[in-house]
């Protein structure tokens, strides 16, 4: 089944402690793209990949790192979370190749994260 | 920039009802993508329909239908005969050439049996 997988699903932290949230796609997608909602905000983009080692920053990417070392991952790395970046985070793919009419993003199921 | 306004913040309904969700954007791109997903409840995003710049054609889906104007800038998805399962939060949303989603705040569609 084609699908984009998230982990963890939730997750409670303390501010400081370093976290990852994994994501994976069996698509063979080379975009990849993660974003965070929140209440009144929609959704809003942190960080994306066109392919594999080809990141760039969205519109809220300061406290975040992502890493796309290979096709299929494309993990985001919270080095020392705050409580503003309590939050749903979602994690997105699509095809590039064929050009931007060629596919639909397709998103994971969400990251919830509490930063306490 | 881009950007997408959904001004509906809130729309509440009783079933079988027809709703119109209203969508607005602004762009200076010729060619982009506009798109419909719905976030249920349970959080996670389905995706509804995708229509590129050069098409402006109706398309109904079953209960659904997307009314794409350019003249307008405006996507407008409509809900023939609600249901209680149609409860959820709409997003509309916009990509250009870089594949980057923007998307608007969401309209929560609250329907009551």
């Known amino acids: 089944e084609a699908q984009v997988t998230q982990n963890p699903r939730y997750l409670i932290t303390v501010t400081g402690k370093k976290l990852t949230v994994t994501c994976s796609q069996n698509?063979?997608?080379?975009?990849m793209s993660w974003y965070r909602q929140d209440p009144g905000l929609g959704l809003r983009q942190i960080y994306y990949?066109?392919?594999?080692?080809?990141?760039d920053k969205g519109d809220v990417p300061e406290g975040y790192k992502v890493s796309r070392k290979e096709k299929r991952n494309f993990p985001l790395i919270l080095e020392s979370p705050s409580p503003n970046q309590t939050s749903l985070y979602f994690c997105?793919?699509?095809?590039?190749?064929?050009?931007?009419?060629?596919?639909?993003?397709?998103f994971g199921p969400g990251t919830r994260l509490t930063v306490l | 920039a881009q950007k997408v306004t959904q001004a509906q913040t809130e729309i509440s309904v009783v079933e079988k009802e027809d709703v119109t969700l209203d969508c607005v954007y602004e762009?200076?791109?010729?060619?982009?993508?506009l798109f419909w997903y719905k976030q249920p409840p349970s959080g996670e995003l389905v995706f509804l329909i995708r229509?590129?710049?050069?098409?402006?054609q109706n398309e109904i889906s079953g209960r659904y239908s997307w009314n794409f104007q350019k003249s307008t800038s405006s996507f407008n998805f409509t809900i023939t005969a609600s249901q209680v399962v149609d409860s959820a939060v709409y997003f509309c949303?916009?990509?250009?050439?870089?594949?980057?989603?923007?998307f608007g705040k969401g309209t929560l569609l609250t329907v009551n049996p």
């Open positions: 997105a793919s699509r095809r590039v190749a064929g050009g931007l009419g060629s596919g639909t993003q397709y």
């Open positions: 698509m063979n997608h080379e975009y």
């Open positions: 990949s066109m392919n594999v080692e080809v990141t």
């Open positions: 762009t200076r791109d010729t060619t982009y993508y």
């Open positions: 229509r590129n710049s050069f098409d402006e």
């Open positions: 949303a916009l990509a250009r050439s870089n594949y980057k989603l923007t």
